[in-house]
C-alpha cells in the first residue's frame, strides 16, 4: 500500500498505533468529510477556518472569494494546516478517565498553490460540486467568467499527511470491569433528514433524485 | 446584550452581517457543538487539532494527556485559535457559483492557561463530562489521584471572539430564479441512533435513560 513519508511533525507521539501514513486511508477520510478546518498564521497569530474542500487524486482543493482574508493569506504560500473530522461515536467507559470518542482525522501539512488556469479551475470546481453533492453540477447554471474571476480556488499536495483513528468500545481498567456501570459505544453520523423546497422555486420543479437520495 | 470588543482580528472583512460579537450568541453555539479544532504554531508550522471542549461562564476547557505535545505547547502560553464549527444545511442554489452551507462559526483568539488547583480541575474534568453526555459523571468511577496528575486541563477566554452564521434559503442572481431547476435547503445535523454495549458489559444492567434519550 502506498505510504507517505513519515516526518517528525507527522509522525504521533502518543498512542502511534492509531496513527497512520497510508494514503488509501488517508484518501478515505478525506472523501468521506466535507467541512475541513485550515490553519494558517498572520502576524504570528493562528487562524482556524472552516470550509468545504474536495479531494482531486493527491491533492486538496479548497475555494473561495478572492476577497477572503484566509485565501488570499494562503495563495502567498505560507505554512497551513489542513484538518478533516469525523466523529463516529461518542464512547463511555466505566470510568470519568477512560470516556473517549471513536473517530477518523486527517491531518495535511503543507503550502497552497493558486489553481488559475482556466480549465483546471472549472474542474476543480466541478470536484468540489461533486464532493458536496454528486449529481448538481449538471443541471445548474454554469460559472461566468465574472464569477471564475471572483473565485480564488487553491490546491494543497496531500504529502506530509498522516490520519488518525479510534475505533471499538471503551478501554476501561481491569478492576473497573467488574463494576455495574452501562459502558458502550453511541455510533453518531451527520444526517439529511429534510428537504425544504427554496420560497422562490418555479412551480411544477420535482426534487431530483440525487437529492432525494443524498444521505449526509 | 454582552458584546464582546470588535478587534481588526474578529472583525468580518467580507459578508460583515453574518458576523456576531454577541456573547449569547457565541455561547450558544459552543454549547451546542463538542468538538473544537485548535490552532497553534510550532516552529512556524500551524497544526489544527480536533479535540472536545466545554465551557464554563466564560472560558472554554479543553484536556487530555500531560504528554500530548498540542497541550505542552499551549500550557507556555502561545498565541492559539480554537474554532468550533455546526453545519446546519446544504444550500442547493440554480447556480454551481451560489451554492452554500448554512453554518454557525465560533472562532476564538486568545492564550491558554493551565487548571492545576485540584477543585478547580475536577470541576473543569465535570464540566468537560456534562458537555459530553450530560448525567453520566455521577454513574462513573471519577478521576484518582494518579489520573488527575496525568490529565492536563488548559481554560481559555472568551474575550477575543466572535461567531460566523449563514441561514436561510439560496441566494441567487435574480436572472436565475427562472431556471427550471429545483433549489433549497438540506438540513442536516448529527444524531446517535444506536447503543452498541460493551462486550464485557456485566449483565443485567439496563442501559441509563441518560443514554438512551442522548441525541447527539
Redo the contacts between chains.
Sequence with gaps: MNQLPRTT?TTL??LPKRGSHERETINQILDEGF?C?????IE???????T?YARVGDRLIIHG?Q???MLRALKTGI?????V?L?D??V??????H?S?N?R?V?I?GRATLIDEREEKLAA?FAL?EH??PG??Q??????EA?LQQ?TVLSMPIEEASAKIRTG??L?DED???????????????????????????SG????KY?IE?K?
Design positions: 511533525r507521539k502518543r467541512i478546518h485550515v490553519g494558517f498564521v504570528g497569530q493562528p487562524f482556524v477556518i472552516p468545504g472569494s476577497a477572503s482574508r505554512d497551513a494546516c489542513v484538518t473530522t466523529i461515536a461518542l463511555l467507559a466505566r470510568s470519568a478517565f470516556h470518542m473517530y482525522s491531518v501539512l470546481l460540486s458536496m453533492i448538481r453540477w443541471e445548474v447554471r454554469q460559472p461566468s464569477e473565485t468500545p471503551p476501561d473497573d470491569y467488574a463494576m455495574d456501570v452501562w459502558a458502550g459505544v453511541l455510533p453518531m453520523r451527520m444526517i439529511a433528514e429534510n428537504r425544504l423546497p427554496d420560497p422562490r422555486l418555479q420543479i420535482e426534487i431530483p437529492v443524498y449526509g
